[in-house]
């Protein structure tokens, strides 16, 4: 069994910051893309960021257009690990935030955290 836990959410005004962070526990597993998704509520989840390794060095980072500039995806994949800094966050980011993992080799989310809320005040 793996497990994908987040941390880092919170309640912050328009223009803070927060880092949120994840990580795998339970059964090991090799992974070369982890990622962020949010879901709003009334609204389907969407792509925020994702991080892609080649051995352990980071080979592409993603961004969905609305967080471009001001969130950073960055991550460890020896140790499973993936975090999210966001900067200038708006109302709009408002949403639960969820990190997903690949297995390595697979072109598909198969791991998924429970998610963590952030809520930014206008």
């Known amino acids: 069994q793996v497990q994908l836990v987040e941390s880092g959410g919170g309640l912050v005004q328009a223009g803070a910051s927060l880092r949120l962070s994840c990580a795998a526990s339970?059964?090991?597993?090799?992974?070369?893309?982890m990622g962020w998704f949010r879901q709003a509520p009334g609204k389907e989840r969407e792509f925020v960021a994702r991080i892609s390794w080649i051995s352990w060095r980071v080979s592409a980072t993603d961004y969905a257009d609305s967080v471009k500039g001001r969130f950073t995806i960055s991550g460890d994949n020896t140790k499973n690990t993936v975090y999210l800094q966001m900067n200038s966050l708006k109302p709009e980011d408002t949403a639960v935030y969820y990190c997903a993992a690949q297995v390595a080799g697979d072109t598909s989310y198969k791991f998924w955290g429970q998610g963590t809320q952030v809520t930014v005040s206008s």
């Open positions: 339970g059964r090991a597993f090799s992974t070369d893309t």
